[in-house]
């Protein structure tokens, strides 16, 4: 005499959202995570290619620009290597991090995304996992760029270590979030490079990483203070010379530094969440 099994419960969007039913949060996400490490780490190109760019602007620009750099307002004895170094390291992170977010694109020509899609995984999970694993790959490649820090006579204690490793953290956060978005409304890595060119490039440019604002025109000092980045290279900046008396060439301090780019990583994870819970039967199609 055999018993009978319960049937188990169809999976639909509710049981989806049921923790009894799905998987978990962390789990997918980790497993997203570890997916986006191994595709990068299997693609040398992508690291020659994120840490070569700014690399060759650093030592070229700089090289070439240095004796006739000086500051109108700031300590006039910081060299062009040393006042670039942190855009440089904003340029590695977001390279890293945007270039990371075209694999959307990638696996939805593949069919792997719609199969993550069609499974009881929280969109959540999906954006957490994604934005964690080219946050990690973004953060570790600038870390290693940070090792050149002393050619810019910029010394390296353990707080300035720490406190830089930490803020390129938040600030990979922000730019892979942003990436995410941006590449989900994407349908072909074309469009996501127009994309690119048109607005992350001029944020990069924008942020008083490479110039300072203040003799640029009335307009472009506005949308430099407007410009999220200016405050993510700001925070960089403050790490850098973090347990040093420097006078620093800075148009904002640490705290608001600190909080514009907090609240644009946590801006971007809330957005990036919403498109994908929308859009997932765009996504599908």
């Not at 075209?102 to 999906?126: H, T, Y």
């Not at 989900?184 to 890595?189: G, V």
């Not at 008083?208 to 900046?237: C, D, I, K």
Request: with cysteine; glycine share 10%.
């Amino acid at each position: 005499m055999t018993s009978a099994t319960p049937n188990a419960p169809p999976l639909t969007d509710s049981t989806r959202r049921d923790p009894t039913i799905a998987p978990g949060l962390c789990r997918p996400a980790l497993s997203l995570a570890q997916r986006e490490i191994v595709r990068f780490l299997r693609q040398r190109s992508r690291i020659l290619g994120a840490l070569g760019t700014p690399l060759v602007f650093w030592f070229i620009v700089g090289g070439g620009l240095g004796r006739s750099f000086s500051l109108s307002d700031g300590p006039q004895n910081i060299s062009y290597m040393e006042y670039t170094f942190p855009g440089a390291l904003a340029a590695i992170l977001l390279f890293t991090a945007i270039f990371s977010m075209i694999s959307i694109i990638d696996d939805r020509r593949e069919g792997f995304m719609q199969g993550v899609l069609v499974a009881p995984v929280s969109r959540l999970a999906i954006v957490l996992g994604k934005v964690a694993g080219a946050s990690i790959l973004a953060t570790g490649q600038a870390t290693l760029f940070l090792s050149l820090a002393p050619l810019a006579e910029i010394p390296l204690g353990v707080v300035a270590v720490v406190f830089t490793v930490a803020a390129m953290l938040l600030v990979a956060v922000g730019l892979t979030a942003m990436g995410f978005w941006l590449a989900w409304l994407m349908e072909s890595t074309q469009g996501f490079h127009a994309i690119m060119n048109a607005v992350l490039m001029p944020m990069l440019i924008l942020s008083g990483a490479f110039f300072p604002p203040e003799g640029a025109a009335t307009v472009l000092r506005w949308l430099t203070y407007a410009n999220p980045m200016t405050y993510s290279v700001a925070l960089l900046r403050h790490g850098l010379h973090s347990g040093r008396a420097v006078a620093l060439p800075e148009i904002v301090g640490i705290w608001p530094a600190l909080g514009v780019t907090v609240g644009f990583a946590i801006a971007m994870l809330g957005l990036s969440s919403f498109v994908a819970t929308r859009q997932s039967a765009r996504t599908l199609q």
